[in-house]
């Protein structure tokens, strides 16, 4: 048996990563919730990694609240930058492998072609310049350590699930209300399903040799707009609700939200000899499992 401890095991990715662990006979699952693990304790950290001595961490544990992340520095900074550090660097020390979720906020939106790992980042807000500095107390926690074990970074965007607190399930419950909506259609990117990006996260723990360390795009073919997401999600429902555009200056946030953030799919889909996959396709996918809930 393997071993996969599973950080931010009660978030919606954290869930299906569980899950997907569950199925496979291979692996040995510890699973830990916010309240289970303080990330944010390098102590906890490191006691978790030495009592349990996994193969693999999964890190899904995250601040994602990016409005309330302006007001909530600190916290954000403590959960997305340095309890990474903490999680890599005793990774490192104890050899084994780390693997990171990270987000499409960490670029300014200012690209006009599929963002690619290698290209230079700026984040506009505090969610996603702590997720950035996440990315780097990674890289430096294994640079720091000499190990035979390896670390993955893998950019995600717009993610959401069938169920939990998401775009998807907050578009479906406005619906049930039965009011016109605006959503936002000047900001471009590629919805994100949990499920097959928990899939493909075990993949990598499964098949270390596959990726070089280091970071990697997970995307869906796109992109998209936030209108024509919403838009999609009704038609595949088959509600009827009425849905506007509008833009980004009409619908003020507290944080600044890149206008462009598509992820390349292909170098990382390229490498497992697939084909990426579509955003509506993903989207199909998942609302047919909601049904089936």
């Not at 992340?69 to 780390?98: H, K, M, T, W």
């Not at 300014?108 to 506009?124: F, Q, W």
Request: some cysteine; charged content about 25%; overall charge negative.
């Amino acid at each position: 048996m393997r071993r996969v401890i599973i950080t931010g095991a009660q978030g919606q990715l954290g869930k299906r990563l569980v899950q997907e662990a569950g199925r496979r006979d291979q692996w040995e699952v510890r699973a830990f919730g916010r309240d289970d693990l303080d990330i944010t304790s390098q102590a906890a950290v490191d006691q978790a990694i030495e009592q349990w001595h996994p193969d693999v961490v999964i890190n899904a544990a995250a601040y994602t609240a990016v409005d309330q992340a302006e007001e909530d520095r600190e916290l954000a900074f403590a959960v997305n930058a340095i309890g990474p550090g903490f999680l890599a660097s005793a990774c490192a020390q104890n050899g084994a492998n780390f693997i990171h979720v990270s987000t499409d906020y960490v670029f300014d939106g200012a690209s006009n072609r599929p963002y690619l790992p290698k290209d230079p980042t700026n984040p506009v807000g505090v969610y996603g310049a702590s997720k950035r500095l996440g990315e780097k107390a990674v890289s430096r926690g294994y640079n720091e350590v000499t190990s035979g074990s390896k670390h993955w970074i893998f950019r995600a965007a717009w993610l959401y699930d069938s169920t939990g607190k998401n775009f998807l399930t907050t578009m479906l419950r406005l619906a049930e209300k039965g009011q016109a909506l605006r959503v936002v259609s000047d900001q471009l990117g590629a919805p994100t399903a949990a499920g097959p990006l928990a899939c493909m996260l075990m993949d990598c723990a499964e098949k270390p040799d596959v990726l070089d360390a280091g970071i990697w795009h997970y995307g869906t073919v796109g992109p998209t707009s936030w209108f024509d997401f919403a838009r999609a999600i009704f038609q595949l429902t088959g509600k009827d609700v009425e849905v506007n555009p509008c833009s980004t200056a009409d619908y003020p946030t507290r944080a600044k939200r890149p206008a462009y953030s598509y992820l390349d799919p292909y170098p990382l889909m390229q490498k497992w000899s697939k084909e990426p996959v579509p955003w509506e396709l993903q989207l199909k996918e998942c609302l047919d499992e909601r049904v089936e809930l």
